[in-house]
């Protein structure tokens, strides 16, 4: 693991485009007193007039630059055989030309015409990075492309990552010109430019954030990259270091492409015969062919609802068939049938095979409950798994129905660990699936808009109707293994009988970080190709992003295997899963398990109209409005019948190959072989020898999972805690205990409020039934999904992780009371305090690290000050902070408040306004007279009417009253005893959509009350 994604627009403050073109300083010489100079621009995207600017650099800088024009073009006469002196030659001019004394070199196909060929750009620029590398030089100059074939966001972030340290795209700007007077829009030619740079940028900067990298100067020429189908030799000549898994084709292809590219556009025949319709993001009448066709969706639902195997077949032909198109690497694989196959009926039955399946990760939200559930009790019934995506469940659904079914999905997803990820929500899991991350859009977050958030949704997500939900990259506050390590053991320790999974994404390393999940215990990991996903997926991760699962599956399978890791984790395939075909080679690659996602969908009813996002799906999937939900007609009975099709064919596959039960084919990639004489001058190199390679092992070692891993519970003070709480366990009486704690003592907290979850499920325990004092200096995650009854009195201090997940439970920590310190000027508890909190509320005498409260949806805290990222992305409760803030406070915030002490009135210099309005807190409060006092609205009690009403005053007041009760906190004291002039300090720190959707709700509920002329309030739970 390395960095974790960066969320490009909430924390845009630590990201950069800004690029230097010229010779870079010699950072490592004593000497270099003199700065050299370098040409900065504030995005590397470059126009018209700066090419021109850097043409004539010598003149504008009174000699310190030159810049010199290497034309990236040769003659059209010489064919493909032409391209490789040609690179040659343009290297030897490169190098030439820095050691005359040039410093910046422009590549350039301008001159593109009949009569000269372009060498491919990124061809062209890697191949004089790496030579000017080789040579030495590279520091030397500054490279700069000009180029027509750049027009996507992924074309630039090439170029970048070889080398580019600015970019001309000459013909992208011309086209968007020459189309002006047909835009919908009227705008002038320079805001044109300027907003197609605007946009590429912002692509540039998801892309980077992709990979943790916050600056184009350290993205630039850092190859961030992997080749699917490059020769070795090729790659290691042009594009020096880049990995590749699965080798192809070399120059002489790509340049023999590049002279067909070049036939077409100057041929003589007519231009519509020619022109290659593209038809990449979307079908295309002679385009590029699609995965899912409008016959193959067609069959697969005809066959599952008439339960016919035989149009299955048909289906699955027209799948497995696409091998012709080259749509999926494993379309080109061949397996090789045994000389001895095994009769079907000796084969393992379908009802075992299908319990190795598993539906996608798709939250409750952004699919109706209709269609979700519907997943859930086919897969209940055939033993199968679904998967809840993160999105809270509607705990109704934990009981079994009266007819024996039951919508439990076995699986529960923590992704961006809040959206109802309550302690009662873990427990009811089999397994629990951290996802580092989607094969579909790795790195990226998601967005339900507010139109897709109903009460319903809300109410199970913990959130407010109408208010959007931002999620960033999934954990992008895990920093490391050992964060990883420590959420697995988190996880375990709430429900100890469930498996932990890791989904990750295929991609080249995959297999380390997955020998590392292994070693930090989980007991299943997911590896994610990159062609899953929904209709929402960005544009730009549709391409370009991710690798087939075929690749890292067989990486993290040679992987474990090497490290002999992989008997005690089990490894799942996910993305495009179709037929048995598909399982046959996964299982073979490696895989114990399966993931299927879209191909359930489309049982349902799914017709791939990629409207996900807007909700308007035509057929109430992907939809929470009610008139649409009303034309759903998925039944359990279809999806089971997929499975069971598949199962049968997996069974089909397994009897040719000779095997009778699925274990012994897990792993065995020598029955695999790239298939014979497939039809396309560019498979021909093709070489699959690197994924069906495997490790030599001595004799025992596992290929398979059949072991399990051991957790170390053991070890939990948590059994001495829920020994000592029986009573309050068994029969709600009341009972304090007293405990020492050692930082060693992880996640105290957990596993025995997975046991008051397990009983009385999200309401818990009445308040303080359960009253635990320690004395000491608690490990990570303290009081983690602490239950609500359950109280945590610390003496002491906290690492990171105090309150993850807080399900209702009360915290409470301050210093031990002979410490001389200033709790006011300490940092008593860790980073990442509160995160994902859903309710309860903390107090904290002392100050916090960074992202305090961050992703917090209910719960109400008070902190003596915080490090750098509060309150991210919060979408409920109430924060005081009676201190300092640190910087980008409150981004992604789009609902509940925080009070900030802003004692400096520096506080909006620190504070990111993009979603929320800062304003003082009104002294006198008449509205909370007319209220009634304070209280909440809704039936999910996490809105508080006073966050509408303007009861702060009184809120805040009560708030630190408690503070001072439950701490002795001095700072609480003080402020009290000065209300009159403290409160004009505090900022109350308010999202501008959480606002209007309270104010909508309050008018609501208020209509709804009238005669009463009153808002009924309730308890605080
Ligand atoms: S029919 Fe369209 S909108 Fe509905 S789930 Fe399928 S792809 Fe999404």
Same mark, same amino acid.
């Given at each position: @693991?390395?960095?974790?994604?960066?969320?490009?627009?909430?924390? !845009?403050?630590?990201?950069?485009?800004?690029?230097?073109?010229?010779?870079?300083?010699? =950072?490592?010489?004593?000497?270099?007193?003199?700065?050299?100079?370098?040409?900065?621009?504030?995005?590397?995207?470059?126009?018209?007039?700066?090419?021109?600017?850097?043409?004539?650099?010598?003149?504008?800088?009174?000699?310190?630059?030159?810049?010199?024009?290497?034309?990236?073009?040769?003659?059209?006469?010489?064919?493909?055989?032409?391209?490789?002196?040609?690179?040659? $030659?343009?290297?030897?001019?490169?190098?030439?030309? +820095?050691?005359?004394?040039?410093?910046?070199?422009?590549?350039?196909?301008?001159?593109?015409?009949?009569?000269? #060929? &372009?060498?491919?750009?990124?061809?062209?620029?890697?191949?004089?990075?790496?030579?000017? +590398?080789?040579?030495?030089?590279?520091?030397?100059?500054?490279?700069?492309?000009?180029?027509?074939?750049?027009?996507?966001?992924?074309?630039?972030?090439?170029?970048?990552?070889?080398?580019?340290?600015?970019?001309?795209?000459?013909?992208?700007?011309?086209?968007?010109?020459?189309?002006?007077?047909? =835009?919908?829009?009227?705008?002038?030619?320079?805001?044109?430019?300027?907003?197609?740079?605007?946009?590429?940028?912002?692509?540039? =900067?998801?892309?980077?954030?992709?990979?943790?990298?916050?600056?184009?100067?350290?993205?630039?020429?850092? !190859?961030?990259?992997?080749?699917?189908?490059?020769?070795?030799?090729?790659?290691?000549?042009?594009? *020096?270091?880049?990995?590749?898994?699965?080798?192809?084709?070399?120059?002489?292809?790509?340049?023999?492409?590049?002279?067909?590219?070049?036939? @077409?556009?100057?041929?003589?025949?007519?231009?519509?015969?020619?022109?290659?319709?593209?038809?990449?993001?979307?079908?295309?009448?002679?385009?590029? &062919?699609?995965?899912?066709?409008?016959? %193959?969706?067609?069959?697969?639902?005809?066959?599952?609802?008439?339960?016919?195997?035989?149009?299955?077949?048909?289906?699955?032909?027209?799948?497995?068939?696409?091998?012709?198109?080259?749509? *999926?690497?494993?379309?080109?694989?061949?397996? !090789?049938?045994?000389?001895?196959?095994?009769?079907?009926?000796?084969?393992?039955?379908?009802?075992?095979?299908?319990?190795?399946?598993?539906?996608?990760?798709?939250? =409750?939200?952004?699919?109706?409950?209709?269609?979700?559930?519907?997943?859930?009790?086919?897969?209940?019934?055939?033993?199968?798994?679904?998967?809840?995506?993160?999105?809270?469940?509607?705990?109704?659904?934990?009981?079994?129905?009266?007819?024996?079914?039951?919508?439990?999905?076995?699986?529960? $997803?923590?992704?961006?660990?809040?959206?109802?990820? *309550?302690?009662?929500?873990?427990?009811?899991?089999?397994?629990?699936?951290?996802?580092?991350?989607?094969?579909?859009?790795?790195?990226?977050?998601?967005?339900?808009?507010?139109?897709?958030?109903?009460?319903?949704?809300?109410?199970?997500?913990? *959130?407010?109707?109408?208010?959007?939900?931002?999620?960033?990259?999934?954990?992008?506050?895990?920093?490391?293994?050992?964060?990883?390590?420590?959420?697995?053991?988190?996880?375990?320790?709430?429900?100890?009988?469930?498996?932990?999974?890791?989904?990750?994404?295929?991609?080249?390393?995959?297999?380390?970080?997955?020998?590392?999940?292994?070693?930090?215990?989980?007991?299943?990991?997911?590896?994610?190709?990159?062609?899953?996903?929904?209709?929402?997926?960005?544009?730009?991760?549709?391409?370009?992003?991710?690798?087939?699962?075929?690749?890292?599956?067989?990486?993290?399978?040679?992987?474990?295997?090497?490290?002999?890791?992989?008997?005690?984790?089990?490894?799942?395939?996910?993305?495009?899963?179709?037929?048995?075909?598909?399982?046959?080679?996964?299982?073979?690659?490696?895989?114990?398990?399966?993931?299927? &996602?879209?191909?359930?969908?489309?049982?349902?009813?799914?017709?791939?109209?990629?409207?996900?996002?807007?909700?308007?799906?035509?057929?109430?999937?992907?939809?929470?409005?009610?008139?649409?939900?009303?034309?759903?007609?998925?039944?359990?009975?279809?999806?089971?019948?997929?499975?069971?099709?598949?199962?049968?064919?997996?069974?089909?596959?397994?009897?040719?190959?000779?095997?009778?039960?699925?274990?012994? @084919?897990?792993?065995?990639?020598?029955?695999?072989?790239?298939?014979?004489?497939?039809?396309?001058?560019?498979?021909?190199?093709?070489?699959?020898?690197?994924?069906?390679?495997?490790?030599?092992?001595?004799?025992?070692?596992?290929?398979? $999972?059949?072991?399990?891993?051991?957790?170390?519970?053991?070890?939990?003070?948590?059994?001495?805690?829920?020994?000592?709480?029986?009573?309050?366990?068994?029969?709600?009486?009341?009972?304090? #205990?007293?405990?020492?704690?050692?930082?060693?003592?992880?996640?105290?907290?957990?596993?025995?409020?997975?046991?008051?979850?397990?009983?009385?499920?999200?309401?818990?325990?009445?308040?303080?039934?359960?009253?635990?004092?320690?004395?000491?200096?608690?490990?990570?995650?303290?009081?983690?999904?602490?239950?609500?009854?359950?109280?945590?009195?610390?003496?002491?201090?906290?690492?990171?992780?105090?309150?993850?997940?807080?399900?209702?439970?009360?915290?409470?920590?301050?210093?031990?009371?002979?410490?001389?310190?200033?709790?006011?000027?300490?940092?008593?508890?860790?980073?990442?305090?509160?995160?994902?909190?859903?309710?309860?509320?903390?107090?904290?005498?002392?100050?916090?690290?960074?992202?305090?409260?961050?992703?917090?949806?209910?719960?109400? &805290?008070?902190?003596?000050?915080?490090?750098?990222?509060?309150?991210?992305?919060?979408?409920?409760?109430?924060?005081? +902070?009676?201190?300092?803030?640190?910087?980008?406070?409150?981004?992604?915030?789009?609902?509940?408040?925080?009070?900030?002490?802003?004692?400096?009135?520096?506080?909006?210099?620190?504070?990111?306004? %993009?979603?929320?309005?800062?304003?003082?807190?009104?002294?006198?409060?008449?509205?909370?007279?007319?209220?009634?006092?304070?209280?909440?609205?809704?039936?999910?009690?996490?809105?508080?009417?006073?966050?509408?009403?303007?009861?702060?005053?009184?809120?805040?007041?009560?708030?630190?009253?408690?503070?001072?009760?439950?701490?002795?906190?001095?700072?609480?004291?003080?402020?009290?005893?000065?209300?009159?002039?403290?409160?004009?300090?505090?900022?109350?720190?308010?999202?501008?959509?959480?606002?209007?959707?309270?104010?909508?709700?309050?008018?609501?509920?208020?209509?709804?009350?009238?005669?009463?002329?009153?808002?009924?309030?309730?308890?605080?739970?």
């Amino acid at each position: @693991m390395t960095n974790p994604p960066i969320d490009p627009i909430r924390e !845009q403050l630590v990201m950069s485009l800004v690029s230097f073109i010229g010779p870079r300083p010699n =950072l490592l010489s004593p000497d270099s007193t003199e700065p050299v100079m370098r040409l900065e621009v504030s995005q590397p995207i470059l126009t018209f007039e700066d090419m021109e600017k850097l043409r004539r650099a010598s003149t504008f800088t009174q000699g310190h630059f030159k810049s010199d024009i290497l034309s990236m073009c040769y003659p059209a006469a010489w064919g493909a055989d032409g391209m490789e002196p040609a690179l040659a $030659q343009l290297c030897a001019d490169a190098e030439d030309a +820095v050691r005359k004394g040039t410093n910046i070199i422009i590549l350039t196909d301008r001159e593109v015409s009949v009569d000269a #060929i &372009a060498i491919p750009a990124l061809l062209a620029t890697a191949a004089v990075h790496h030579h000017l +590398v080789r040579a030495g030089l590279r520091t030397r100059c500054g490279l700069v492309v000009e180029t027509g074939s750049a027009r996507e966001v992924h074309h630039f972030a090439c170029l970048a990552g070889f080398g580019a340290e600015a970019i001309h795209p000459n013909l992208a700007f011309a086209t968007l010109l020459d189309i002006k007077d047909g =835009l919908p829009q009227k705008i002038d030619e320079k805001e044109i430019v300027k907003r197609y740079i605007k946009a590429i940028g912002k692509g540039l =900067l998801k892309v980077m954030s992709k990979m943790g990298i916050s600056t184009y100067q350290s993205y630039c020429g850092a !190859q961030i990259f992997e080749a699917v189908g490059l020769a070795t030799p090729f790659v290691e000549k042009y594009f *020096t270091g880049t990995p590749t898994a699965v080798d192809g084709i070399g120059l002489e292809e790509v340049a023999e492409e590049a002279v067909r590219m070049h036939r @077409m556009a100057y041929t003589e025949a007519p231009l519509y015969d020619q022109l290659d319709p593209g038809g990449e993001y979307a079908y295309r009448v002679r385009g590029e &062919a699609h995965m899912w066709t409008p016959d %193959s969706i067609a069959k697969l639902q005809h066959a599952t609802r008439a339960g016919s195997f035989a149009t299955f077949k048909e289906y699955s032909k027209l799948i497995d068939e696409q091998s012709e198109k080259l749509l *999926t690497l494993r379309g080109l694989f061949r397996i !090789q049938e045994s000389a001895t196959p095994v009769p079907l009926a000796e084969v393992e039955p379908a009802k075992d095979i299908v319990k190795r399946f598993a539906t996608g990760a798709m939250s =409750l939200g952004s699919i109706s409950h209709e269609a979700h559930s519907t997943l859930a009790i086919a897969m209940n019934r055939i033993g199968g798994k679904s998967n809840t995506g993160e999105g809270g469940e509607d705990p109704i659904r934990y009981a079994p129905l009266a007819n024996g079914d039951s919508m439990r999905s076995a699986i529960k $997803q923590v992704a961006a660990g809040r959206f109802g990820v *309550t302690t009662e929500y873990l427990v009811n899991a089999d397994d629990l699936q951290i996802k580092m991350a989607q094969g579909a859009k790795p790195g990226e977050g998601g967005q339900l808009p507010g139109h897709k958030v109903s009460k319903y949704i809300a109410k199970v997500r913990h *959130t407010v109707p109408g208010v959007g939900l931002i999620s960033p990259p999934p954990h992008h506050d895990i920093y490391s293994i050992e964060d990883l390590a420590q959420l697995i053991h988190d996880l375990k320790n709430v429900n100890p009988a469930a498996r932990i999974s890791v989904k990750l994404v295929s991609e080249i390393g995959v297999g380390t970080v997955a020998a590392g999940v292994a070693k930090a215990k989980a007991d299943h990991v997911t590896i994610s190709g990159h062609d899953g996903g929904t209709g929402a997926s960005p544009l730009s991760s549709v391409k370009y992003a991710g690798s087939p699962w075929e690749i890292g599956l067989a990486e993290t399978q040679q992987t474990l295997v090497l490290n002999k890791l992989r008997g005690r984790i089990a490894v799942q395939a996910d993305g495009q899963m179709k037929t048995g075909r598909d399982v046959v080679i996964g299982a073979l690659l490696g895989a114990d398990e399966f993931g299927f &996602a879209t191909a359930p969908l489309v049982v349902e009813g799914c017709i791939m109209m990629r409207k996900c996002h807007l909700n308007t799906c035509p057929v109430g999937i992907a939809t929470q409005d009610p008139e649409l939900i009303k034309m759903f007609d998925g039944k359990p009975e279809h999806v089971i019948n997929y499975f069971f099709f598949v199962a049968e064919e997996v069974r089909e596959w397994m009897a040719k190959l000779g095997v009778r039960t699925f274990s012994e @084919m897990i792993g065995r990639t020598e029955l695999l072989d790239v298939r014979a004489g497939v039809e396309h001058w560019k498979a021909r190199g093709l070489d699959f020898s690197k994924l069906f390679y495997r490790p030599p092992v001595a004799a025992g070692v596992a290929i398979r $999972q059949c072991e399990p891993q051991d957790h170390k519970l053991a070890m939990a003070l948590d059994h001495d805690l829920i020994a000592k709480a029986s009573a309050a366990l068994a029969s709600k009486r009341p009972v304090a #205990i007293e405990s020492r704690i050692y930082n060693r003592n992880r996640t105290v907290g957990a596993m025995l409020s997975g046991e008051v979850a397990r009983r009385y499920g999200h309401a818990g325990l009445p308040e303080d039934t359960i009253h635990v004092n320690f004395k000491g200096t608690a490990g990570q995650s303290f009081g983690a999904w602490l239950a609500h009854g359950v109280t945590f009195e610390l003496e002491g201090d906290a690492n990171d992780y105090v309150g993850k997940g807080l399900s209702g439970g009360r915290l409470i920590v301050y210093p031990p009371k002979e410490s001389p310190i200033v709790p006011e000027e300490n940092i008593i508890i860790g980073n990442t305090v509160m995160y994902g909190a859903i309710s309860g509320e903390a107090y904290f005498r002392g100050v916090a690290g960074e992202r305090f409260c961050v992703r917090n949806s209910g719960a109400t &805290a008070v902190v003596e000050g915080v490090g750098d990222h509060g309150c991210e992305y919060m979408t409920g409760g109430t924060v005081v +902070v009676l201190g300092t803030a640190g910087r980008n406070f409150a981004a992604g915030m789009s609902g509940g408040i925080a009070y900030v002490l802003d004692e400096e009135g520096d506080f909006t210099q620190r504070c990111n306004l %993009s979603m929320v309005e800062l304003e003082p807190i009104p002294e006198e409060d008449h509205a909370a007279a007319h209220a009634g006092g304070n209280g909440e609205l809704e039936t999910h009690g996490k809105v508080q009417i006073d966050h509408v009403a303007g009861h702060d005053d009184a809120t805040l007041k009560g708030i630190i009253q408690r503070h001072l009760l439950f701490t002795g906190s001095e700072r609480a004291r003080r402020v009290l005893e000065n209300w009159a002039a403290y409160l004009p300090k505090f900022v109350k720190v308010m999202p501008l959509e959480y606002r209007r959707a309270l104010s909508e709700m309050a008018q609501e509920q208020a209509r709804r009350e009238q005669p009463a002329q009153r808002v009924e309030v309730r308890a605080n739970d």
